[in-house]
């Protein structure tokens, strides 16, 4: 994901919806060391080996729009300063196998790159870099068929005792009853958006027409608009108003889960209808800044998407965002609303 960044593209220009590259580095590294070298029972073990790295790289203490204007270290100090960090952290693993506070905050901070990983993805694409990654060209059209799922009970969150990382905003395990409900067997492509933009929707934000054609950009270069593809770059709150005009409703987060097993998932991060509050017994974990600042202002993604590291896709994953970013690789499925 940082191969291609150099010069001027290690910082870019400052947006709301993107970090300065260089900085996400160093934040990666600082995350790891933080929680891996420095922090054992509310207590940080030792100073960084970075000086100043806590008033660089915290981003719960240091402000968004600040980070182009910090005086970061070059991409090879950076660089330098990661691998020691990684140099150690697997010396301390070596070192104390039986540690089960330290195997978990292996997990937290590797899960923590792979989703750093896929943040740079999206801001190769936001700013119009190359896709730094081979893309794949699919464009088969299937049908629009709905899976009808019966009434029943689903099994949302995490349950006590499981051996793989739990986020905190996973626990704890609850039933959700369920009434009976028709999901489409696929997201909404580009040719089923197309027909709400020209009936007056607004397009998404990578979408122009050229010359009585709709394109869309892909990363540095654009496309003919890809007709049988899940329509990609909308917000929740313009799935909201494609599902309005076509009288179709998003999933909620347990009708998403439910499904999971019959419909074909992980291209696009999918929005569903649900807001991103707390489980029922939630409690928050060490790094406390994950989930609560972000309860009831973010809505629930659910799936992955072909940018997603494959230790963070998993069906149960709750992904959220504010529900004006469009940014993210993001798409939604809908539906049928019952009379």
Known sequence: MTAGLEGERLLGPKLDIVNPPLWEIGHVAWFQEHWCLRWE?????????????DALYDSSAVAHD???????????????YLGAVLEKTLDRIE????NEALAYFARLVTLHEDMHAE???????????????????????TDAAFIEIPAGRVRLGAEPGRDDFIFDNEKWAHDVELEPFAIAARPVNNAEYLQYVEDGGPAPRYWRRQDDV??????????PLRAGEPVRHVSWEEAQGWCRW????LPTEAEWQRAAG???????????????????????????DYSVPWFSKHKVLRGASFATPPRVARATFRNFYLPQRADIFAGFRTCRIRA
């Open 262 to 288: 019959e419909i074909a998932w992980g291209e696009l991060w999918e929005w569903t209808a649900s807001a991103f509050v707390p489980f029922p017994g939630f409690s928050a974990d060490p790094y406390a």
């Open 119 to 141: 943040a740079l993805h999206y801001t190769h694409q936001t700013l119009g870099y190359p896709n730094p990654l081979p893309e794949r060209e699919d464009d088969c059209v």
């Open 246 to 249: 076509a009288a179709r409703r």
């Open 41 to 53: 029972g509310g207590r940080r073990l030792r100073d960084s080996i970075l000086p100043n790295a």
């Open 95 to 98: 070192r104390e196998p039986g």
């Open 66 to 80: 600040t980070r182009w204007d910090l005086p970061l270290p070059s991409l090879a100090a950076t660089k330098s």
């Open 214 to 223: 709709w394109q869309e950009r892909r990363f540095d270069r654009w496309i």
